[in-house]
């Protein structure tokens, strides 16, 4: 190919890419510029250890956006994902504080197993309530999420349940070749998620369906199963974030990790998911969450209080949606360009 051809080819080359990854570009400069800001403003924030205090402090949060993330590909939402965790965290700490005469392999065995069933339970409820009985999304998890709540408080009267066996906390606050062991939890959950949204049928039938359940269900798709499905898998991520969970604090109480809700669904309409759903990725939530985090360590540094924090989180969610919606718009008058285009070429 000769360098005319290619001179005549790259400014097209570059203009299918950039449309084709323009917010996660938006994505990559955001989380420079937040980087760049931060380490102006304060000497220690890119510091071997404070990066380290960060990727051992994401996880939790990151593991419910990724739950979030999966929800809102197939046009939905899932408001229960705290209370999930919160019940579940419940659960296992019951197990570990109430069974005696056992290994603590045994005991995080035990745990780990009822975790996962009640996460399943849980998302399964989910699932029917939207799939079946057709109730919309944001009232179906509304009301799981008051349920599931009610129940933790139950069982545990409103009290916190702590002191677990001592080698439980590995999970939460132990190092694997000094890397913290809750955040290679969150990138193998990370890399299943992404595995089942690009490479399994499963995945594609999502993503068909939170664009177009009409154009779903008569290509043959059972929206009904995919939707019980994807609400299970919210639930079991959110059951592995609550073992991360009682790990990191050595307890567990009702309540736990309120902000969390709206920093999932932050982080995972930051990460370019659509809320109408068809649209999402990996890589996008991964920027979104790094973006959230480093954000969250700069105010924190910076002795900004909670109060403001949350006032920014509230703001930033506006903001985002807005980009988003500027950024839609420039793809689909973008799309018209191109179809005048070509029916001026074969006129």
């Keep these: 190919m000769t360098i005319f051809k290619i001179g005549k080819l790259l400014p097209e080359y570059l203009n299918d890419f950039f449309s084709a990854h323009t917010k996660n570009i938006v994505l990559f400069l955001l989380l420079l ?62 197990i570990l504080t109430s069974i005696g005469g056992v290994s603590e392999g045994t005991l995080l065995f035990f745990a780990i197993i009822a975790v996962l069933g009640a996460a399943a339970l849980a998302g399964l409820f989910n699932g029917t309530l939207i799939a079946v009985a057709g109730v919309p999304p944001i009232l179906a998890t509304l009301g799981t999420q008051v349920l599931l709540m009610g129940i933790a408080i139950v069982l545990t009267r409103g009290h916190s349940i702590s002191g677990f066996p001592p080698g439980i906390g590995f999970i939460g606050n132990g190092f694997i070749l000094g890397i913290p062991v809750q955040f290679l939890i969150f990138m193998v959950m990370t890399i299943l998620v992404a595995v089942v949204l690009r490479r399994t049928r499963h995945g594609f039938n999502m993503y068909l369906l939170g664009a177009n359940p009409v154009v779903s269900r008569y290509s043959g798709v059972n ?21 991360i969970i009682i790990s990191r604090t050595n307890s567990m109480r009702p309540g736990y990790g309120v902000d969390f809700l709206l920093q999932a669904i932050l982080v995972a309409v930051l990460g370019g998911t659509d809320p109408k759903g068809g649209a999402g990725s990996v890589i996008g939530l991964l920027m979104g969450i790094l973006i959230l985090q480093f954000t969250q360590s700069g105010l924190t540094m910076m002795a900004v209080s909670p109060f403001a924090r949350r006032l920014i989180w509230g703001l930033a969610l506006l903001l985002i949606m807005v980009i988003n919606f500027l950024i839609a718009k420039y793809h689909e008058q973008l799309r018209i360009k191109n179809i005048q285009k070509e029916k001026e070429a074969k006129d």
């Design 33 to 94: 510029t937040v980087l760049i800001t931060f380490s102006s403003l304060h000497p220690r924030f890119l510091t071997p250890l404070n990066f380290r205090f960060m990727f051992a402090q994401f996880p939790e949060f990151g593991l419910l956006a990724l739950a979030m993330m999966l929800s809102m590909i197939v046009g939905g939402i899932d408001l229960s994902v705290v209370a999930v965790a919160n019940l579940c965290g419940v659960l296992a700490a019951i």
């Design 223 to 243: 929206n009904t199963l995919v939707i019980i499905r994807t609400y299970m898998m919210t639930a079991m991520l959110a059951g592995v974030s609550s073992l």
